[in-house]
């Protein structure tokens, strides 16, 4: 059965998911039986589309690529125009909306209403936005379960590296007591610059150069970004109730090259850590740049990778290192959800 996508958003991520899904149409089809086709588009500033037998991958990509919005995309018997992201996600045949609209990460809006509605109408949902599962988890899930339909976000917390799927599927059976994390790549790379002897305004600087840091940097330096990541990876990898308001929160901004070289006459070396920690019952969390031994695994992660380390109780310490963000690894993050839908929709068939 071929899975019919809506898409809220349509920039880089979601465009990244389409180039994926077209250039891996036959791979994906033979090795995992999965197909699919993009049935509506709505995109706050490209415009929005919609025909129920599908648009055109080919025709999608050229027209948002070459205009920069949907307007040129070829007129056709049935295509539908000009419906706004919640009529796209209520009225359109689609199995899975695809959520990579502009969402507002402190208030998970208009996220978390495009949630609703899509369980609400008995559609999935996969999504890369950290803020409606850092907020509304409890509720979401809730609701995604009273409907009977899937709620997927592996690219919430490191991208396409699975930091939510791998200890769900297999550490199970593990108690993970602790979480410790890199999770922002911009204060990785700029702590290994640092460490280099750049000072923090230079590597702050070539992070932005790069493309790793907004030109308002405050999420990343501040910690914020790591901190709505730790929280979503301790109400669904731990399973304990936690908000971002619990989440002690210290950024990297306040190092100096005094400190950087201290830490390394200890043998040591400064990364920002979210941590995440479970003891009788009760949950602790924290982001705040720490002076980490060479030997631990978290201490070699350079650049802008991204790194966890789950403390289990029958493994001991697993550690896990991937890329936290990019075009395809972000849309690769989609695919491997929509591919989890798929594979169970065809095991409840069976």
Known sequence: MTHKLAFIGFGVVGQGLA?????KRQSLKDAEGFESKIVAISDFKK????????????????????GGTLDSYPKADGLITGWDSLETIR???????????????STGQPAIDHCRAAFESGKNVVMTNKGPVALAYQELSALAKKHGVSWGFEGTV??????LRMPKLTLAGNDIT?????????????????DEGASYEAALKEAQALGYAEADPTSDVEGLDARYKIVILAQH???????????????????????????????????????????????????????????????????????????????????LSGAGAGKAETGFSLLIDLLT??????????
């Open 19 to 23: 180039e994926i899904l077209y250039s």
């Open 91 to 105: 009225k359109s045949n689609a199995d899975t909306v695809i959520e990579v609209s502009y969402t507002d990460v």
């Open 178 to 194: 602790e979480i410790r994390g890199i999770l922002n790549g911009t204060t990785n790379f700029m702590l290994m610059r640092m």
């Open 341 to 350: 839908i798929a594979r169970a929709r065809e095991t409840v068939q069976s």
């Open 237 to 319: 990898v731990m399973g304990m109730p936690l908000t971002v308001e619990q989440v002690e929160c210290t950024g990297i901004s306040q190092l100096t090259p005094e400190l950087i070289e201290q830490a390394r006459m200890e043998g040591r070396r400064w990364k920002l850590i979210a941590t995440a920690k479970k003891e009788n019952g009760i949950i602790t969390a924290k982001v705040a740049a720490e002076k980490v031994p060479l030997d631990d695994p978290l201490a070699s992660v350079s650049g802008a990778l991204n790194a966890i380390t789950y403390q289990t109780d029958l493994l001991g310490p697993v550690t």
């Open 158 to 163: 490191m991208s396409g590296t699975p930091a």
């Open 47 to 66: 415009g929005s589309l919609y025909h129920p037998d599908g648009l055109d991958f080919e025709a999608l990509l050229e027209a948002v690529q070459d």
